[in-house]
Antibody, heavy 120, light 110 residues
Framework: QVQLQESGPGLVKPSETLSLICTVSSGSISPYYWSWVRQPPGKGLEWIAYIHSSGRTNYNPSLKSRVIISVDTSRNQFSLALISVTTADTAVYYC??????????????WGQGTLVTVSS | QSALTQPASVSGSLGQSIAISCTGTSSDVGAYNHVSWYQQHSGKVPKLIIY???ERPSGVSTRFSGSKSGNTASLTISGLQAEDEADYHCGSYTTISTYVFGAGTTVTIL
């Protein structure tokens, strides 16, 4: 059973960079698509970006200018950086896997999520 | 890209059937048969229950079914059970190769 675990600071100051890592265990990071999804408190889901194990990326247009996503296949990890954060970026951040090697957006395995609060 | 439109809440009695709508545009829901639904119990992680409009992943109850007409997709839950009380989120591919979710619908058992 594939397991995903997000890690990173739970508190980030406005204008700083939010950085998260997702570690994949009990399974290979190849050859799948790996996404970041966030959920503001009490609100719906928002897809942020995905990266394929090959390094191919795709971003939500509304966040594209502030997001960097990368993968480290040797460590079975992928990461998210969101720059110049504001309080509107406060959310639970999930990492998740595409349902099969050809599925980008149908997400079957999810991390437990990590709450990131943007506050001074 | 704008979020897909879902009703904020839907309720039903045990054993009933309910339907949740998910309305988009010709640039997302109406463009492809790539609509998915996720179930999220309170404080829990989303779970994929429908993909490609009508397909169920292995292990998902047959009480969940999906359909689509034009720019609106629907999730039907048949024989409503207590454990179906949760939030349901729809999502769709878009014509610019990205993904958009709805705001989510809370299902309440009366």
């Amino acid at each position: 059973q594939v397991q995903l675990q997000e890690s990173g600071p739970g508190l980030v100051k406005p204008s700083e960079t939010l950085s998260l890592i997702c570690t994949v265990s009990s399974g290979s990071i190849s050859p799948y698509y790996w996404s970041w999804v966030r959920q503001p408190p009490g609100k719906g889901l928002e897809w942020i970006a995905y990266i394929h194990s090959s390094g191919r990326t795709n971003y939500n247009p509304s966040l594209k200018s502030r997001v960097i996503i990368s993968v480290d296949t040797s460590r079975n990890q992928f990461s998210l950086a969101l720059i110049s954060v504001t309080t509107a970026d406060t959310a639970v951040y999930y990492c998740a896997r595409g349902y099969s090697s050809t599925r980008e957006f149908e997400l079957d395995y999810w991390g437990q999520g990590t709450l990131v609060t943007v506050s001074s | 890209q704008s979020a897909l439109t879902q009703p904020a809440s839907v309720s039903g009695s045990l054993g009933q059937s309910i339907a949740i709508s998910c309305t988009g545009t010709s640039s997302d829901v109406g463009a492809y048969n790539h609509v998915s639904w996720y179930q999220q119990h309170s404080g829990k992680v989303p779970k994929l229950i429908i993909y490609d409009v009508t397909e169920r992943p292995s292990g998902v109850s047959t009480r969940f079914s999906g359909s689509k007409s034009g720019n609106t997709a629907s999730l039907t839950i048949s024989g409503l059970q207590a454990e179906d009380e949760a939030d349901y989120h729809c999502g769709s591919y878009t014509t610019i190769s990205t993904y958009v979710f709805g705001a989510g619908t809370t299902v309440t058992i009366l």
